[in-house]
């Protein structure tokens, strides 16, 4: 059953206020434009009342006293003003979604950038449905607020304004008496604006969390088929997308609700001014022309619409207000640390952990954990899971910061070292292997302003890759499409070596980079690692004798402790932990 929010949420607060001043931010840049359509939006609305205002001296002197001098003026008038009018609104709309579209691809590429930046305890909290949802849907709908309501507002308010004005030098006793209804329609308003924040922000957490379903059940589809899921996922799309649905409907409702009310508060006042004009008529005809009445009536007609509007603007502009709220929260959103620190060149790959603590949430990993891994050393690490492998390796690559401690490269205390020159030291290959939608010799020289082609063939080919990469239509200029899909597993954990060769990193993590390959496709990356590995401090994280069996060392975890330290051989003589774990839980 779709949940809804017990309090209706208050219609405009401080927050919204300045959110829709930050908004200006994106918008300042581009003022001419905003003059421009603001110019066209208020000189269509001005025009609004041009049908009225000729309609009084037509009928009264054109048509009653056969003036047909007045005819022609009037109708020339009122076809140059039409015009004019044609010219205000096409420049309008042109400006207006033009400073829509910028506005919504500045916001998105600062929402991009603030996505790279973003530290990895962020994703571990937020799905990546809600993070695509405010790229998506929450972006549309702050476009929508921001600049398409601004300018029905504006044009609105204008046209409103004018046919007051009119009205009031038709007859400005009558026109008092629609003031009256004023209060009605305001208190209208402001109920139906709090009911429809709070579907909005119903709308927006549904949306979020059906891009969530979306999102696993296409990283998960293999085992979706498997498990002959299918039904299962429906199920949980389908309550999601009931709940998008369900406050849809309900949104739509509560502003729909509105609508006959103030129109038949208008009617009332309308019927009234009528009656009123008829009793004006007979005490005092000379004052009451048919002219007058005409366009006092037509004028009337005219502003029922701008009104009618101005209450449906509620619904985008709730929407709006708190998509505001969830891309500037995900805007504001702490982002890794990059304090100005003075470049360092880190070359040598000698590391240290010295008294490192770290935990997640509720999870504590590591406690005064300490390793020290010389240049150019291979160490293997191993252990149960959760006993802190990846964690390790984590911390090194600065994805998470140590809660107490210090790690060094090179002597040097990362806590000192940019986050840039830290990972340029650092080549990492991990099971999950990422490729993207561009060509192999551009997934090789990833990141690479200036690539070197010579570089890519020669690390292709000491990653085993240039054999298969020859056999493609394009070669190193295939494109491999989304996620790589075109290639095997296998073929695509050699173009992730290839990526770290020509790199060049002195520092190489292998976590677990070999463990979905199959014995042919392993032998061939296996070799590749080797290759890899050579004249590099290396850390592997694997269950593979295979891929362990050759490091320099072993160590074993145990709930963020080493237990023991020493070569395959020297484990397996010991008869500790290590030989255990084989036993228990065999390393092919």
């Known amino acids: 059953m779709p949940r809804c929010a017990a309090k209706d949420a208050p219609m405009f607060n401080r927050d919204d206020r300045a959110r829709y001043l930050r908004l200006l931010a994106f918008i300042r840049p581009h003022w001419r434009v905003v003059l421009l359509a603001a110019g066209g939006t208020i000189l269509y609305g001005l025009t609004e009342p041009l049908v009225p205002f000729v309609l009084q001296p037509l009928v009264d002197g054109g048509f009653a006293e056969g003036d047909m001098r007045t005819v022609y003026g009037l109708t020339a008038l009122l076809f140059f003003g039409f015009m004019l009018r044609g010219a205000a609104s096409y420049t309008a709309t042109c400006s207006m979604n033009w400073l829509a579209q910028q506005v919504v ?3 998105r590429g600062r929402m991009f950038a603030q996505l790279l930046r973003l530290p990895m305890r962020y994703f571990d909290e937020n799905s990546a449905g809600s993070i695509v949802s405010r790229f998506t849907y929450d972006a549309l709908q702050l476009m929508a607020a921001s600049t398409d309501a601004v300018a029905i507002l504006l044009r609105e308010t204008v046209t409103i304004i004018a046919l007051t004005v009119f009205l009031f030098y038709l007859d400005w006793r009558m026109t008092l008496l629609l003031f009256v209804v004023a209060p009605v329609l305001a208190y209208i308003i402001v109920h139906v604006s709090k009911k429809l924040r709070t579907m909005a922000r119903a709308m927006q957490e549904d949306m979020s969390g059906m891009n969530h379903v979306v999102d696993e059940s296409l990283r998960g589809r293999a085992i ?5 899921g299918q039904d299962y996922e429906y199920a949980r799309f389908e309550r999601q997308a009931e709940a998008v649905r369900f406050h849809a409907v309900k949104s739509t409702k509560i502003a729909a609700s509105a609508s006959p009310v103030v129109e038949m508060t208008i009617i ?9 004009f008829a009793w004006k008529a007979r005490s005092a005809p000379a004052q009451m022309t048919t002219g007058v009445f005409v366009s006092f009536l037509g004028t009337m007609a005219l502003l029922f619409p701008p009104i009618k509007r101005m209450g449906k603007l509620n619904e985008p502009i709730q929407r709006g207000l708190a998509a505001a709220q969830s891309i500037f929260d995900f805007l504001d959103a702490p982002t890794e640390p990059q304090p100005a620190l003075p470049p360092v060149t880190l070359s040598r790959g000698d590391i240290e952990f010295r008294d490192v603590s770290f935990s997640y949430p509720e999870q504590p990993v590591l406690e005064r954990f300490n390793l020290h891994i010389r240049a150019g050393e291979t160490v293997a690490l191993i252990g149960e899971s959760g006993s802190g492998k990846s964690t390790i390796a ?9 809660e107490a401690g210090a790690i060094y490269i090179d002597g040097y205390n990362l806590a000192d070292v940019s986050l840039a020159d830290r990972r340029r030291a650092i080549a990492f290959v991990s ?14 020289a990833y990141a690479d ?5 010579a570089k890519v063939r020669l690390a292709a080919e000491s990653a085993n890759a240039a054999e298969f990469i020859g056999k493609l239509p394009h070669g190193y200029d295939e494109d491999l499409g989304p996620q790589g899909g075109r290639l095997s597993g296998g073929q695509k954990q050699r173009i992730a070596i290839a990526r770290a060769l020509y790199k060049d990193a002195p520092i190489l993590i292998l976590d677990e980079a070999t463990s979905a390959l199959d014995n042919h496709s392993e032998a061939k990356v296996q070799e590749a690692i080797e290759r890899l590995r050579k004249n590099r401090t290396a850390i592997i994280i694997a ?3 295979s891929t362990i069996r050759n490091a320099d060392r072993i160590v074993v975890l145990e709930k963020g402790k080493i237990v023991e330290s020493g070569s395959h051989a020297e484990l397996l003589k010991r008869g500790g932990s290590y030989a255990k774990l084989l036993q228990q ?3 092919t």
């Open 268 to 276: 009332a006042a309308l019927c009234t001014v009528i009656i009123l």
């Open 449 to 453: 302003p200036a690539p070197d082609s």
């Open 431 to 444: 099971q999950d292997t990422v490729l993207f939608s561009t060509s192999i010799a551009a997934n090789i």
């Open 105 to 107: 691809y500045t916001l």
């Open 394 to 402: 984590a911390l090194l690559a600065g994805f998470y910061v140590p």
């Open 585 to 587: 839980t065999p390393i």
């Open 543 to 545: 269950h593979r004798l």
């Open 224 to 228: 979706v088929r498997i498990y002959n």
